[in-house]
């Protein structure tokens, strides 16, 4: 028996219309429309806590063409708003379905991605409604720029991975690949949840502090800034992603919305120190100005991948490597070298 197609439509901002095939869960979803080159890892994008607020859209154009795998989930639930693809193959179309997640395919995602690289990032609306009610919905979708985002997405309570020196990972949306990798390298991560402040993430005597990646603008975290600030001297410190931007934040470096952002994983970064080029997994929509500290820089653009100080690593990129290349796993070696290396730090 054939499956009736459900017709389903993207709709932009300005109004342009992207026609598809309804393939998720009934209904409508808003976000920003952003895209991701890489090839492989569907199942760790659409999981990345990274992605609240956004429509996924995916400009490799076969999807799920090696199944479902729980396993690689990188939270407990798909982060995206929604997922757009060309083609969905029938056991990942039926995933997202049973997850409740508006997906679409049948898109022409080529035309789609130049759109975006062209003109920057735009609010979109996608599902099986009228045009002009998505429409409505894309206008209706605020900025993620200056503004905090609705959906918490850390963890509520600590808890605690791997044996050995503690390293302290402050969540505010971290992928379970980062604390593992941590743990493989012979440390105990507490994970804490993203609104703790610098007192009580000392209270529990880390060797040093790693804050991991999340969603949204950086710069309206005043918080979360605020606890970087008050570690910075105290601890060694570590920082990935939206890590590395509240870090550069603390250290009064303005941070930037990029025009399309950052999202695949054959992004090539220079590591200044050495000249190496390391191809990197990235998810990212903002960047820091910086005119010193710089220890990574981007090769496509130019942009600021990482910060490096006496008391302080970061890098823009993601190093666990969910679901690859490789080349950031020495950023952890880095991490745990200096966690068995350095003194408990304490509340002063």
Same mark, same amino acid.
């Given at each position: 028996?054939?499956?009736?197609?459900?017709?389903?439509?993207? +709709?932009?901002?300005?109004?342009? *219309?992207?026609?598809? &095939? %309804?393939? $998720?869960?009934?209904?409508? !979803?808003? @976000? /920003? =429309?952003?895209?991701?080159?890489?090839?492989?890892?569907?199942?760790?994008?659409?999981?990345?806590?990274?992605?609240?607020?956004?429509?996924?859209?995916?400009?490799?154009?076969?999807?799920?063409?090696?199944?479902?795998?729980?396993?690689?989930?990188?939270?407990?639930?798909?982060?995206?708003?929604?997922?757009?693809?060309?083609?969905?193959?029938?056991?990942?179309?039926?995933?997202?379905?049973?997850?409740?997640?508006?997906?679409?395919?049948? +898109?022409?995602?080529?035309?789609? *991605?130049?759109?975006? &690289? %062209?003109? $920057?990032?735009?609010?979109? !609306?996608? @599902? /099986? =409604?009228?045009?002009?009610?998505?429409?409505?919905?894309?206008?209706?979708?605020?900025?993620?720029?200056?503004?905090?985002?609705?959906?918490?997405?850390?963890?509520?309570?600590?808890?605690?991975?791997?044996?050995?020196?503690?390293?302290?990972?402050?969540?505010?949306?971290?992928?379970?690949?980062?604390?593992?990798?941590?743990?493989?390298?012979?440390?105990?991560?507490?994970?804490?949840?993203?609104?703790?402040?610098?007192?009580?993430?000392?209270?529990?005597?880390?060797?040093? *502090?790693?804050?991991?990646?999340?969603? $949204?603008?950086?710069?309206?975290?005043? @918080?979360?800034?605020?606890?970087?600030?008050?570690?910075?001297?105290?601890?060694?410190?570590?920082?990935?992603?939206?890590?590395?931007?509240?870090?550069?934040?603390?250290?009064?470096?303005?941070?930037?919305?990029?025009?399309?952002?950052?999202?695949?994983?054959?992004?090539?970064?220079?590591?200044?120190?050495?000249?190496?080029?390391?191809?990197?997994?990235?998810?990212?929509?903002?960047?820091?100005?910086?005119?010193?500290?710089?220890?990574?820089?981007?090769?496509?653009?130019?942009?600021?991948?990482?910060?490096?100080?006496?008391?302080?690593?970061?890098?823009?990129?993601?190093?666990?490597?969910?679901?690859?290349?490789?080349?950031?796993?020495?950023?952890?070696?880095?991490?745990?070298?200096?966690?068995?290396?350095?003194?408990?730090?304490?509340?002063?």
């Amino acid at each position: 028996m054939q499956t009736m197609q459900r017709s389903a439509y993207l +709709v932009l901002e300005d109004g342009t *219309v992207f026609p598809g &095939r %309804a393939v $998720g869960a009934a209904g409508v !979803a808003a @976000g /920003e =429309a952003c895209f991701t080159t890489a090839s492989t890892g569907y199942e760790e994008a659409a999981t990345d806590p990274s992605y609240v607020a956004q429509v996924l859209c995916f400009a490799y154009p076969l999807v799920g063409n090696y199944g479902v795998d729980p396993g690689r989930a990188e939270s407990g639930r798909v982060q995206a708003e929604a997922v757009v693809m060309r083609t969905a193959r029938p056991a990942w179309a039926q995933w997202l379905q049973e997850q409740g997640v508006v997906a679409i395919d049948d +898109v022409d995602t080529r035309a789609l *991605v130049r759109r975006i &690289r %062209a003109d $920057g990032v735009l609010r979109c !609306a996608v @599902g /099986e =409604a009228p045009i002009d009610e998505l429409h409505a919905r894309a206008l209706a979708q605020p900025p993620i720029d200056g503004r905090p985002l609705d959906r918490s997405v850390g963890t509520e309570e600590p808890y605690f991975v791997g044996a050995g020196p503690r390293l302290a990972l402050l969540d505010l949306g971290c992928k379970r690949s980062i604390p593992r990798r941590l743990a493989e390298t012979g440390l105990e991560v507490a994970v804490v949840p993203g609104d703790w402040d610098a007192d009580a993430i000392l209270e529990l005597e880390p060797r040093a *502090v790693l804050i991991g990646n999340g969603p $949204g603008d950086p710069a309206v975290l005043d @918080g979360p800034i605020a606890s970087v600030r008050e570690l910075l001297g105290r601890v060694p410190l570590f920082g990935i992603c939206l890590g590395h931007q509240l870090l550069g934040l603390a250290l009064d470096f303005p941070t930037f919305k990029l025009p399309f952002g950052h999202r695949g994983a054959n992004h090539p970064v220079r590591d200044a120190r050495t000249g190496r080029v390391l191809v990197t997994v990235q998810n990212h929509g903002f960047a820091v100005e910086a005119d010193e500290y710089v220890s990574h820089v981007s090769l496509n653009d130019g942009t600021v991948e990482g910060l490096a100080g006496e008391d302080f690593a970061t890098v823009q990129f993601h190093p666990e490597a969910a679901p690859g290349p490789l080349d950031g796993l020495p950023f952890f070696d880095q991490v745990a070298e200096a966690c068995r290396s350095a003194r408990i730090f304490a509340p002063s």
